[in-house]
């Protein structure tokens, strides 16, 4: 479902792009054409830099180091280069090309579970599925839908992922999560009651753990859930053991532009890694991430980390 609106998205505004350009060009306005096809196939960028704003703005006495302007404006433009490539390429017309990977000799070896976030797919994950499957380490990317459900409507998913690892494997796997995913993974993971050990390891990226700011102008159900001292997080922290958290590995920035003011995005009592500079989306591509992965991995053969760019698939 997502893949298909993101198509849709994508090619209409190239393609409202494209018609302004041509209606202003012909009628002798150059300027305006080109200004005006700039605009819409750039504006997000735009956007992106209210997000940074308004981090900014909610810092307030969040106990995370407060990001310079020079900061801001690096994960501004990292930012503004990963988002296009996710949303505009892998994920609406390649969230497939990497299919899940269960060799048959994953017995004994340990399994990894890809988890993405709001408003995205499994082609979040490409550079990583690329890599992970070249190393020949059992892995499964899920697609959370409903888009716009509850977060509680994603245990299922998460729980079939888990057990085609276990079957496969043997082992309980890592997962990595990104942004709401964490909180999906969070939400299954407390189903299984007490110290589960189902689970070896969980690594999240820019999870919302304690709500972000920006949820409050959301409506989707899956967004109210990350509002921050939202009922549902407060219960979902009561279902938790305490000692938990120190199975998480939380990685967050202070310029993380979904996911303020910063320490929204640890856990306490977990191993809380601070990526200074980065925005939310670009996290993913980041090779600490990776590295944590592959220490989790354990003595499996290691391949170097995920590249922001996939080449397109081979023509036939």
């Known amino acids: 479902m997502l893949a298909r609106l993101q198509q849709v998205t994508t090619l209409g505004a190239l393609l409202l792009a494209a018609l302004w350009a041509w209606l202003f060009a012909r009628a002798g306005h150059p300027g305006w054409a080109v200004a005006g096809a700039l605009l819409v196939v750039g504006g997000y960028a735009l956007v992106l830099g209210l997000e940074f704003a308004l981090l900014r703005h909610a810092h307030g006495n969040d106990p995370t180091p407060l990001a310079t302007p020079a900061q801001l404006l690096r994960a501004w ?6 988002a296009p490539t996710v949303f505009c390429w892998r994920q609406p017309f390649f969230s497939e090309r990497f299919p899940d990977s269960l060799p048959p000799d994953s ?60 079957q ?15 909180l999906a993974v969070r ?3 407390a189903e299984q009651g007490g110290d589960s050990e189902r689970l070896h390891h969980a690594i999240t990226l820019g999870t919302p753990h304690h709500g972000t700011w920006l949820a409050r102008f959301a409506m989707t159900p899956n967004a109210r859930q990350m ?22 590995t939380c990685f967050y920035s202070h310029c ?40 989790w991995l354990g003595p499996q053969p290691a391949v170097p980390g995920p590249s922001p760019t996939i080449p397109p698939p081979m023509r036939s």
């Open 77 to 82: 433009w990292g930012e503004v280069r990963s």
């Open 107 to 166: 017995l004994g070896r340990r399994g990894v579970l890809l988890v993405h976030g709001f408003v995205c797919n499994r082609g979040l994950w490409n550079p990583w599925l690329a890599r992970l499957r070249q190393a020949g380490v059992p892995v499964v990317a899920v697609n959370l839908e409903p888009v716009f459900g509850r977060i509680d409507d994603y245990v299922p998913r998460i729980e079939a992922a888990v057990r085609r690892l276990e």
């Open 168 to 182: 496969h494997t043997g082992l309980p796997p890592v997962v990595v999560a990104h942004s709401m995913g964490g």
């Open 227 to 248: 509002r921050q001292q939202s009922r549902w997080l407060r219960d979902l922290a009561a279902r938790e053991p305490a000692a938990r958290s120190a199975r998480f």
């Open 256 to 295: 993380d532009n979904i996911v303020f003011p910063p320490s929204t995005a640890t856990l306490r009592g977990a191993d809380n890694r601070h990526l200074p500079g980065v925005a939310h989306v670009h996290m993913a591509e980041m090779p600490e991430p990776w590295a944590e992965l592959q220490r």
């Open 187 to 189: 939400r299954w993971w």
